[in-house]
């Protein structure tokens, strides 16, 4: 899907939504993420086939993400590095990611150039992006270059008319056919991330202390049936203050918020059988009523049960 920005009026203050920010252990996941292999060898392949920059960046990245990379385009540097301008990028990454949450989306920005982002999922929580971009859907024209000379002028940009059409006359041109061939690419490579990421996650798990090992395993034995922090406490001989504390320390969540994640997951499982009604799902994943099953099915997922069944 191909969405159009409208022009938009440069603002310069700092983009950000406290809501959509990743845990710290999110951004250590990622972190550990930029600097695997895996990624490392898949970028510079990436780059060398298909002349685009590639950059993995965190839910709360709020810089243009493709800036300082290898085959970033001259006019989009310029523009990071201008407040008015680099407001603009902002704003163009900030309606990408509201839509990228899901699966892979390309956008078009103000300067007549494609973005794309692709999200990657750990247990069914988006905690990045992979951004690529800064692409033509077809050969610049004159009108293009007038926009855009309108725009720099008004930002006061530092970059000469003979510089911007050169930016613009070496940018990669892709079809709207061959961006989704791109995002299906960026889409696989996505799941070979989050796969690794899972892998890190449980290998972070495994050096989790032996109460929060035993509260987990509680916890899931009985997740159908309603499950109080007092309870799970008696059951480890511990207080309740104590295994709180102990549990968002080491689980970087509060306890209430972990197991709704946990039955979320449980219904996601369940709704993959097409037999399985909503009202069951909701019981069956221990939700105790259908009102709070869809608002926190929607909270966590980003869509209604139904609708997650649908996608």
Not at 107 to 115: N, T
Not at 138 to 165: C, G, H, V, Y
Not at 203 to 228: F, G, H, Q, W
Request: with cysteine; proline share 6%.
């Amino acid at each position: 899907m191909l969405v159009r920005l409208q022009q938009m009026k440069p603002d310069t203050r700092a983009v950000s939504d406290p809501a959509v920010k990743p845990t710290p252990g999110d951004l250590q996941i990622v972190q550990k993420l930029i600097k695997s292999e895996l990624y490392q060898r898949f970028r510079a392949a990436y780059g060398d086939l298909t002349g685009l920059p590639l950059a993995l960046r965190s839910k709360d990245y709020w810089q243009p993400p493709l800036h300082g990379e290898k085959q970033e385009r001259l006019i989009c540097s310029y523009m990071a590095r201008n407040p008015n301008a680099c407001s603009c990028c902002l704003e163009t990454q900030l309606k990408l990611m509201e839509l990228a949450e899901d699966h892979g989306q390309a956008i078009k920005c103000p300067m007549g150039m494609i973005d794309i982002a692709v999200p990657v999922h750990v247990s069914g929580r988006c905690i990045a992006f992979l951004h690529t971009g800064q692409m033509l859907p077809q050969q610049p024209s004159r009108t293009l270059f007038r926009n855009a000379a309108k725009k720099l002028e008004e930002w006061n940009l530092d970059i000469t008319p003979l510089e911007m059409e050169e930016s613009y006359r070496s940018a990669e041109v892709y079809t709207s056919q061959r961006q989704k061939a791109l995002i299906e690419l960026i889409t696989q490579f996505a799941e070979r991330l989050s796969d690794q990421a899972n892998a890190i996650m449980i290998r972070k798990k495994s050096a989790e202390p032996l109460l929060i090992k035993k509260a987990r395993t509680y916890i899931k034995s009985n997740i159908t049936e309603p499950v109080r922090l007092e309870d799970l406490a008696k059951h480890l001989n511990v207080s309740p203050f104590y295994l709180c504390r102990q549990f968002q320390k080491h689980v970087k969540v509060r306890f209430t918020e972990y197991i709704t994640r946990l039955r979320v997951e449980r219904a996601k499982q369940l709704l993959l059988n097409q037999n399985n009604r909503i009202s069951e799902v909701a019981f069956e994943a221990g939700f105790q009523s259908i009102p709070h099953f869809n608002r926190s099915f929607k909270r966590v997922t980003g869509a209604t049960p139904t609708q997650w069944r649908v996608q």
